[in-house]
């Protein structure tokens, strides 16, 4: 923005700095230079007379022309509007996301982490919790919900800002320019994540590679340019949102709607068109953008009698497979689980301190069974309202496998392939009375697609994490 | 400090800032880009690109194109601001097929098998739901022109000073 005393491009007329002139540290800095001094002059000069014949360039036709952009509604406030929206909703996102990563509780090894290079990204990771039961179930859903409820802010405010992908001449010098390539990570990375996320939440796997490498590395290159925006721009947003009342704004008609004064930054229009939509108008087109889809969303996420109401999200009815049927996120057939890999065959092995335990499902029918109400909560967003699983506590298995107080336990599942057929779980989850090998769900046996013979559930971890279909359990200290 | 500004364009914590973000970003970008890096690259930079240079040029284009078109369809009978009365659906069906594109159109491949559930309804919940709002919306529209066209008819039956001159 500050053009720093060289002549400014017109249009640019940015607050100039006082120059401060303290001089520099005269030793050193006067030795370095003197070694390259004579070429290093000339080659700047060059480059400062081809930066001014650049500035003095006069636009290209089209979008670089300041005339170019004429909606009277864009300027300062109007973006800072839906900056302060996506200020407190961008970092929720992050957040959740953040947890959901740490949900998977990746530090537990390689089969329960999708992303094991992350290096000092996982910096923040902690062991996961059991209780409240439902905590995967709420920042997941808040984390997918909130997403697609963010897309008409994103668009809005993409829009609000569209001049300055235009702006002439391109760079103003190496800051500006700098800033621009902050700028493309920011706008790439908001598309990127947003675009990757509502992909996967549909199953509609078309991005290149797995969706936890490009949505989590996604994210720290995106959350990096965010937070330099955030702080290069917090200042003129206040004072952007301060030029202006929002009552006032709310209560203003189209007959009284002016642009806003001249900006620096060039979002307002210079030759602006007459106004046919009030800023309230703009306002309350993008809220109701994000309302209408709050409301063929958020069902899936919260259940019960509204999940019919979430028109055109994928969780939004039950798979008819009897009354006290629930969502699936990957059928037995999906998976290549076949009938005959859990027939009369099928025996559970429990590993522990000493001889490996083999159970029919007969032999575990007949053990103390214990009851919880838990959901099932998928990254994916979407959950089960609580589910009556009846089956064996954890805790009482390790305990049978000689380890009660495991540290942790390795999970295997009958499934031939794809990812999650095994996962470790952490010791917290072992012992925490509600985790269970379920046999039974809602007063039946477990059906195929929900695990038959018998799967994990465990409170508060994700979906993924309670494997079905389980064939041995491996406790470690 | 004055040399530094003057090269450099800003003040040194600007530098700072973005140089400390570039580190972060260049650390998950090595990440990013482990496998597959040009397809991951395009798909990133391409992110923007479809953003900024198809899609809101494309719907800028429509709205300036709905508004020329009609423009001139104008009758002497009095009209509200219409544009607002097509704008509102366009842009609340639109943003439904943006982010629900994949099920409306029937794209997600695995989903009918992976959840149990039929793929098949989407398209049509999506096209009633756009049919509620254009036809709410031509409702709105009627009754805002029943009321503006009952006022002229008002207005006409008193002869008001200035009625007489040209529009």
């Keep these: 923005m500050d053009s720093g005393g060289r002549p400014s491009a017109p249009g640019s007329d940015g607050p100039q700095h006082p120059a401060s002139d303290e001089g520099d540290a005269p030793g050193r800095l006067e030795r370095v230079r003197a070694a390259a001094a004579a070429r290093a002059a000339e080659g700047a000069a060059r480059v400062r007379a081809f930066v001014r014949r650049v500035e003095r360039t006069p636009p290209p036709p089209g979008p670089f022309r300041p005339g170019f952009w004429r909606s009277p509604l864009r300027g300062p406030w109007l973006t800072s509007v839906f900056g302060l929206v996506l200020l407190i909703g961008i970092p929720l996102l992050f957040v959740t996301g953040l947890l959901s990563y740490a949900a998977y509780n990746p530090g537990l090894g390689a089969l329960n982490d999708q992303t094991p290079d992350k290096g000092l990204l996982g910096f923040y990771l902690f062991d996961w919790p059991t209780r409240p039961y439902w905590l995967y179930r709420l920042t997941q859903g808040v984390h997918v919900t909130l997403g697609v409820v963010l897309v008409p802010v994103v668009l809005a405010k993409l829009w609000s800002v569209i001049p300055k992908l235009f702006e002439w001449p391109p760079s103003r010098g190496a800051a500006h320019a700098l800033e621009r390539l902050s700028l493309l990570a920011l706008v790439g990375g908001v598309v990127f994540e947003f675009a990757t996320g509502i992909l996967n939440i549909q199953l509609f796997y078309v991005f290149p590679g797995s969706f936890y490498t490009l949505h989590f590395y996604g994210a720290w290159v995106f959350i990096a340019a965010f937070v330099v925006h955030v702080s290069l721009r917090l200042g003129r947003m206040t004072r952007s949102l301060r030029s202006r009342s929002l009552l006032t704004e709310l209560r203003t008609g189209l007959a009284d709607t002016r642009p806003e004064p001249p900006d620096p930054d060039g979002l307002v229009a210079l030759e602006p068109a007459a106004p046919t939509m009030t800023r309230r108008g703009a306002l309350a087109l993008v809220g109701s953008g994000s309302l209408l889809l709050l409301v063929v969303t958020a069902g899936q996420s919260i259940g019960g009698r509204l999940r019919r109401t979430a028109l055109l999200a994928p969780h939004n009815r039950d798979p008819g497979g009897g009354p006290k049927d629930f969502q699936v996120n990957k059928t037995a057939a999906s998976l290549g689980v076949t009938p005959a890999h859990v027939g009369p065959d099928w025996r559970l092995e429990v590993r522990g301190r000493g001889p490996t335990l083999v159970f029919t499902r007969a032999q575990l029918l007949a053990m103390p069974r214990h009851a919880a109400a838990l959901p099932i909560a998928c990254v994916e967003g979407w959950s089960t309202d609580d589910q009556h699983w009846s089956g064996l506590r954890l805790a009482d298995l390790a305990a049978l496998a000689g380890l009660p107080d495991a540290g942790s336990v390795l999970v295997e599942s009958v499934q031939p392939h794809g990812p999650y057929r095994s996962v470790v779980l952490r010791g917290n989850q072992i012992h925490d009375l509600r985790s269970l090998l379920a046999l039974q769900v809602n007063g039946a046996d477990l059906s195929l697609d929900h695990g038959h013979p018998a799967r994990v559930i465990v409170p508060a971890n994700p979906g993924v994490n309670n494997t079905k279909w389980v064939r041995r359990l491996t406790f470690r200290t | ?167």
Excluded: C
């Design chain 2, 1 to 167: 400090m004055a040399r530094f500004v003057r090269w450099y364009g800003s003040g040194p914590l600007h530098l700072l800032v973005l140089v400390a973000s570039f580190a972060l970003t260049g650390y998950a970008l090595v990440r990013l880009f482990a496998v597959r890096p040009l397809a991951v690259a395009i798909w990133f930079v391409g992110a923007a690109i479809v953003h900024d240079l198809i899609l809101l040029p494309l719907y800028s284009l429509a709205d300036l194109s709905a508004q020329a078109v009609l423009r001139h369809r104008a009758t002497h009978i009095p009209q509200p601001p219409w544009i607002n009365y097509l704008r509102v659906p366009a842009f609340l069906s639109g943003v439904l097929l943006l982010v629900w594109f994949p099920l409306i159109l029937d794209l997600a491949i695995p989903y009918p098998d992976a959840a149990r559930l039929s793929e098949g309804v989407y398209l049509g919940r999506w096209l009633a739901i756009t049919a509620v709002l254009f036809g709410a919306s031509a409702l709105a529209f009627a009754l805002e022109l029943r009321r503006l066209r009952r006022a002229a008819r008002a207005d006409e039956k008193r002869p008001a000073p200035g009625h007489d001159t040209a529009p």
